[in-house]
Each structure stands twice: as structure tokens, then as C-alpha cells.
């Protein structure tokens, strides 16, 4: 079946550098991407998208990549912050053009050291 | 902004009661969501609606029902909590107008059945 997965569960950086969260799927038809971030006893937070005939897409400190050869998207986050520590969710839909289930990954951990 | 409501943000039952988790969004979006949300595993889909009195089983539905009579509910219905129902459960909802992929949370109920 279709799956999301990510390289890292847990990252922790230096307050300042650039963070970089890694996320791979298994459907070479997958045409849309979705970044959340979920802070301690929240839910997540939808954060940028990135459609399958883009290559990136950048938001405010935060760029998405997505590499269709491979299969593999990531997430940077620019001159990291305390504020972005939460753990980070890659989803992809179930399948192309079906626009309401979402397979998610497991997550990254964040943690930003002062 | 979306905004998406859950009844309560802690509960505690006892095994074999009948627990009603409730959501409400405020943006008229068609599709409604409940994950379960549990260290290691991830968010888990137990059921999804995409119009009123419609439903459809996620990964889990065991143990759970759903409700939606209204466009701006969904409810999630333990018909008998056992102590495995321990988790956080998140309530997502999504538009079919803007993509429908992009789905918006609550801030989570966490349930603890004793």
C-alpha cells in the first residue's frame, strides 16, 4: 500500500542554523505534498504545500523541495528558532486526484537548543 | 481563519462507558475527520465524513462510530471505551473547494479510559 516515511525521527539543532527534515513516499503518482507542525498538546498546523509540477516552493523561513525522481521531499527551515521546536508531519494524499484521505508520516522531532 | 473546535480537552472514563467526542468547524467545509493520535504510530484514520449522514471507515474504526447530522459536526462515538482507546483523538476538517487536500485540526481531546 501506499506509505509515507521519514529519515529521521528526531533532529535537534543549534538556535540560529538551518533545519532540514527529510520525507519520502512510496507512489510515483503522488501530485500533492502537505508540511504540519505539531506543537506540544496541540494539533498540527498545516505549514506549506508543494503541488508534482513544482520543485520548490518557499514561505516565510520555511522552503519545501520536492525531488520526483526519487521520491523524497524535504522541509528547510531557515535561522532555526525556540519557537519551531514540534514535531513535523509530511502527508501525501491516498491517491492522485483523490483529494480527501491523507497517508502521514511519523514525524520529526525538533528540538532547537538555545 | 479555519477554525476547528473539540468539546473537551481532557476526559477521563471509566472501561465500558459510552464516551461522545464532539467537533465543530466553523468554515463549512464538506469533509470531517477523526485520527487517533499515539506515540510511535503516528496519526491513524478511524473515520472520515464527506457530507452530512455520510461516512466512511478509516485504518481503525473498531471499537468507534461517528455522527454527522449537521454540515458543521462530527461526532465520534466509543461505544464501549476499553483502556486500548487511551489516546489523543484529533478532529481535521476540509474543504472540497480549495483542493480538499489540506486538512485543519483541533487541539485534540485527550482521552484516558481507566
Known amino acids: 500500500g501506499e506509505s509515507v516515511g521519514l529519515h529521521l525521527p528526531t533532529l535537534s539543532v543549534q538556535e540560529g542554523d538551518n533545519s532540514i527534515i527529510n520525507c519520502a513516499y512510496s507512489?510515483?503518482?503522488?501530485?500533492?505534498f502537505i508540511w504540519y507542525k505539531q506543537e506540544s498538546g496541540k494539533g498540527p498546523q498545516f505549514i506549506i504545500d508543494?503541488?508534482?509540477n513544482m520543485d520548490k516552493r518557499q514561505g516565510q523561513r520555511v522552503t519545501v523541495l520536492l525531488n520526483k525522481t526519487v521520491k523524497h521531499l524535504s522541509l528547510q527551515i531557515a535561522a532555526t528558532q525556540p519557537g519551531d521546536s514540534a514535531v513535523y508531519f509530511c502527508?501525501?494524499?491516498?491517491?492522485?486526484?483523490?483529494?480527501?484521505?491523507?497517508?502521514w508520516g511519523l514525524g520529526t522531532s525538533l528540538a532547537v537548543n538555545p | 481563519d479555519v477554525k476547528v473546535t473539540q468539546s473537551s480537552r481532557y476526559l477521563v472514563k471509566r472501561t465500558g462507558e459510552k464516551v461522545f467526542l464532539e467537533c465543530v468547524q466553523d468554515?463549512?467545509?464538506?469533509?470531517m475527520f477523526w485520527y487517533r493520535q499515539d506515540p510511535g504510530l503516528g496519526l491513524r484514520l478511524i473515520y472520515f465524513?464527506?457530507?452530512?449522514?455520510?461516512?466512511e471507515k478509516g485504518d481503525i474504526p473498531e471499537g468507534y462510530s461517528v455522527s454527522r447530522e449537521k454540515k458543521e459536526r462530527f461526532s465520534l462515538i466509543l461505544e464501549s471505551a476499553s483502556t486500548n482507546q487511551t489516546s489523543m483523538y484529533l478532529c481535521?476538517?476540509?474543504?472540497?473547494?480549495?483542493?480538499?487536500?489540506?486538512?485543519?485540526f483541533g487541539p485534540g481531546t485527550r482521552l484516558l479510559v481507566l
Open positions: 508543494i503541488r508534482s
Open positions: 502527508a501525501v494524499p491516498l491517491n492522485a486526484g483523490n483529494n480527501r484521505k491523507l497517508i
Open positions: 507512489n510515483s503518482a503522488s501530485d500533492y
Open positions: 465524513s464527506y457530507d452530512v449522514k455520510m461516512k
Open positions: 468554515m463549512d467545509h464538506e469533509n
Open positions: 481535521a476538517s476540509s474543504s472540497l473547494t480549495t483542493g480538499g487536500e489540506t486538512q485543519y
